[in-house]
């Protein structure tokens, strides 16, 4: 174990393993709940207890007696910690006295316990009744000139029920300003995918990976942030199944892994190789890969070797031959300058996907969060189309999701942009004329609340301060509002950055017991690969005066439309109501939700294209134009690198477990940047020398985070990364995705300035 001063040191062991195994000791330790934490997980992911609070990766369909990973294991131990934040606990810090405190010691403090209310005469938060609070609430919505003044933000951890009962509320109260989680993570994918295959979520479930011929991960650090897919993998490659990576960061657990719940490999010391093929690829590099490819298999098909699916292109698409001639005329050495990948590796990479019958992309984060993220996915889709590879086992494109229930959310109604139709069943099964706008997805809520017409923020979960871009101006917008409402679990920096008014609403958990007037409730959440399946926590509940957030949805609404003639009461009393009104409102996917939930390996949701059915405009699976090779905007800097923010093995979002991150090496900082030593020469720079980074702003806004140590590390020349939140200073609220809105987080173009400063 290093010592407490290293800041450095590679990692040469496969991950996983035992260092996994040791790791999970540690956490159940750390949150003094070994005894407690350790039955829990005997609950987690199996049929009749919990999902895990963590990742959306789907559970297997064989249960093994465990089904975690190190990742799930941190996220229990953290909610189901001893500590405790109390009134006692606001009556000793004020909130400026917090506000001095880092976001890992304020998650630290332990669980929230009761309603508090920010009094502005003493600076510090007091207790205040569950009625009082949502009177606060209703009292604030009733005043605005318009319902539009409001934002409703919702993270991806919220059930169904309480995500379509807010959605509800939300609509019947009279916006559509529903800014979420999905805003700043997958929405290219929700957004993107449509307008190519006809549906917004991904086409392969679990069995597909034991028919796969070949699966491309790109831009997904899957041992860290869904590692029970490492499992998948691992079987795979035990199958002799190729896989290719494609990051600018040889990610440990992509490289070499042992399966900690195989007892096999972890008496004998033994791992497997994942990447058969790693392709160290620039940031934003990926169009010019994924077109190389394709040119090298037109190339290929012109040579006469059946490479491409031609029936499948020929009954299944339209838009193929501009599509190809535009492919054809790009240059091999721009597409090997762009992508920072040799013509040999990626023809190599074009054989491997030739050679599978079915071929299976997963994607994440590294492909969403461009400026043309949108578009970039629609180009893996049409990839995927030359072979034919949807509607066919062991094939599709698999968006790897980031919150265990973001899909899901999205599903029942949080959507800035609803479609009319939905808007038409929710009319029709609720009696109300719900708004017809579009209302604001994440970055635009904060615009609004800059120009001051945004006038109310209420979060149902999450930490958006920290999680949106520009943390600097994200203050200054939560700041002038009227009212902030963090309906959470633990405490964090939106509840220190407040509006006039602020709430903290404190929430019973995923793992524990949800206790209401007809019993004991269970909850329901869509995992990345479209299945609905139960959750039943199973520990008491952290205070007996916490809420279940469908509680609160319902508590928020009586008090702020007491006419309404929606039974909010009766629904918090008995979820399954809740569920029945889901079914009548989305009677294609949901029909019968209350019967069908009852199978312990929940259902299935339809996908059309796995049964080769497009719901596009012409009914065809679409080859979509994108020219050109790049996906982020050029910028004519010489002194220019681009910024990837990522997450260490040790957080989860904005939750920071530990200082650590294992894998990449990094031990007691998360202020480090990861650069090309090269890159690190020619600014003089030397091993954890101190550094500044500057964004460079078309705003004229100065952005700059200081204080970092340079790390050389094997980066692709001009690619450099570094740890979210703390780098989100960095990032401009106007730097997006043009189609989805979401936050261009792995393409930041910023310059490095040498610091005088030693660590
Ligand atoms: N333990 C844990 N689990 C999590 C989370 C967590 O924080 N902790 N977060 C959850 C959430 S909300 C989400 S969305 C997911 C996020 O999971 P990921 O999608 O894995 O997200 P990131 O860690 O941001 O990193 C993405 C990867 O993209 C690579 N990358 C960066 N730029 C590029 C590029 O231009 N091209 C390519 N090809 N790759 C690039 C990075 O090197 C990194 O390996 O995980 C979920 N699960
Ligand atoms: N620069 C940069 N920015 C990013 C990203 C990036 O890669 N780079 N990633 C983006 C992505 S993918 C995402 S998804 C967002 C994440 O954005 P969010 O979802 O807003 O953030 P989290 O950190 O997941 O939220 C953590 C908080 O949720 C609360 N919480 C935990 N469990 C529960 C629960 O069961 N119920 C309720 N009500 N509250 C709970 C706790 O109080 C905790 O403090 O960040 C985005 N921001
Ligand atoms: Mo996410």
Redesign the pocket.
């Known amino acids: 174990m290093p010592d407490r001063k290293t800041i450095y040191k590679p990692y040469h062991h496969p991950a996983g393993g035992w260092g996994a195994v040791r790791a999970t000791a540690k956490a159940l330790l750390e949150q003094s709940v070994v005894g407690k934490g350790s039955r829990a997980l005997l609950s987690m992911n199996q049929p009749g207890g919990f999902k895990c609070p ?2 959306a990766f789907p559970d297997p369909t064989h249960h093994k007696k465990i089904e975690f990973c190190e ?1 799930g294991v941190k996220a229990l131990a953290v909610e189901a910690t001893k500590r405790r934040v109390t009134r006692a606990f606001f009556a000793e810090h004020s909130v400026s006295a917090l506000a001095d405190q880092s976001d890992y010691w304020l998650e630290e403090q332990g669980r929230l316990t009761e309603p508090m209310r920010y009094d502005p005469t003493t600076d510090h938060y007091v207790p205040c009744s569950w009625q009082e609070a949502f009177d606060l609430i209703g009292c604030h919505l009733r005043q605005l000139n318009s319902p539009d003044e409001a934002e409703f933000y919702t993270s ?1 951890r919220t059930s169904n029920e309480a995500a379509f009962l807010y959605s509800v509320f939300v609509r019947s109260f009279g916006t559509n300003n529903f800014p979420d ?1 999905s805003n700043m ?1 997958h929405e290219p994918t929700s957004r993107g995918l449509p307008g190519a295959i006809g549906i917004g979520k991904g086409t392969v479930v679990m069995d597909d990976f034991e028919h796969t011929e070949a699966i491309f991960i ?4 899957t041992g ?3 590692p029970r897919m490492m499992g998948l993998l691992a079987h795979a490659r035990k199958r002799n199944v190729p896989i290719v990576v ?4 040889p ?1 440990r657990a992509l490289i070499r892994f042992t399966e900690p719940q195989d007892p096999v490999p972890m008496a004998t010391g033994g791992s497997t190789a994942i990447a058969t093929e790693f392709v160290h ?1 620039r ?4 169009l010019a890969f994924f077109k190389g490819m394709t040119k090298a298999l037109f190339e290929s098909d012109a040579a006469g070797k059946a490479v491409l699916d031609h029936a499948f292109i020929e009954t299944h698409t339209e838009g193929f031959a501009p599509w190809r001639e535009e492919i054809m005329q790009l240059d091999w050495a721009e597409i090997e300058r762009v992508s920072g990948i040799e013509k040999t590796q990626i023809r190599r990479a074009a054989a491997i996907y030739a050679r599978s019958n079915a071929t299976i992309i997963c994607f ?4 969403t969060q ?1 400026q043309q993220g949108a578009r970039m996915i629609q180009q893996i889709a049409a990839f995927l189309m030359l072979r034919g590879n949807f509607g066919k086992k062991g094939a599709g494109i698999a968006p ?1 999701r ?2 265990s229930n973001v899909q899901g959310d999205r599903t029942v109604g949080i959507d800035e942009k609803p479609t009319q139709a939905y808007l038409d069943r929710l009319r029709d099964v609720f009696g109300f004329e719900p708004p017809r706008a579009h209302g604001h997805h994440a970055v635009e809520s904060v615009e609004a609340m800059l120009a001051g017409t945004a006038k109310v923020f209420i979060g149902m979960g999450g930490n958006f301060i920290h999680a949106i871009p520009d943390t600097p101006r994200a203050y200054e917008a939560m700041r002038r509002l009227n009212l902030t409402v963090g309906i959470a679990t633990k405490l964090n920096r939106g509840h220190i950055v407040h509006g006039r008014d602020a709430l903290i609403l404190p929430v019973i958990a995923r793992s524990e017991i949800d206790r209401q007037a007809t019993g004991e409730q269970f909850i329901t959440i869509e995992d990345a690969m479209s299945t609905v399946t139960a959750s039943r926590g199973v520990l008491e509940p952290a205070s007996p005066d916490l809420l279940s957030e469908v509680a609160i949805v319902c508590g928020m609404a009586q008090a702020t439309l007491p006419e309404s003639p929606i039974p909010w009461a009766l629904f918090a009393d008995d979820y399954s109501l809740i569920r029945d009104r889901i079914a009548a409102v989305y009677p294609e996917i949901y029909a019968d939700f209350n019967a069908r939930i009852r199978n312990k390996q929940g259902f299935h949701l339809d996908i059309p294209p796995r049964r080769r059915v497009w719901k596009t405009p012409s009914g065809k699976a679409r080859f979509l134009l994108f020219p050109g090779l790049a996906v982020d905007d050029a910028i004519e800097d010489d002194a220019m690198l681009r910024l ?1 923010t ?2 260490s093995h040790d ?3 904005t939750t920071i477990y530990s200082m650590n991150d294992r894998y990449r090496g990094i031990y007691n900082t998360r202020m480090v940047v990861f650069m090309n030593d090269e890159d690190m020469a020619e600014r003089g720079l030397e091993q954890e020398m101190v550094v500044s980074l500057e964004t460079l702003s078309t705003d004229g806004i100065s952005r700059r985070v200081d204080d970092l140590v340079a790390i050389a590390y094997p980066m692709p020349r001009g690619a450099i ?1 570094g740890y979210y939140p703390e780098l989100n200073p960095l990032l401009p609220l106007n730097h997006y995705d043009e189609i989805s809105g979401t936050p261009a987080a ?2 930041i173009p910023v310059r490095v300035i040498p610091s005088a400063r030693t660590p």
């Open positions: 963590s990742c990742n991806g989680c993570c790109v831009g997904q650090n860290t942030n869904s494609v990051n600018p960061m990610e690829i940031i934003g590099g990926d994440g984060m590294g492909i461009h790897i980031g919150h990837s990522i997450r957080q989860f979002n990364a792995k393409s």
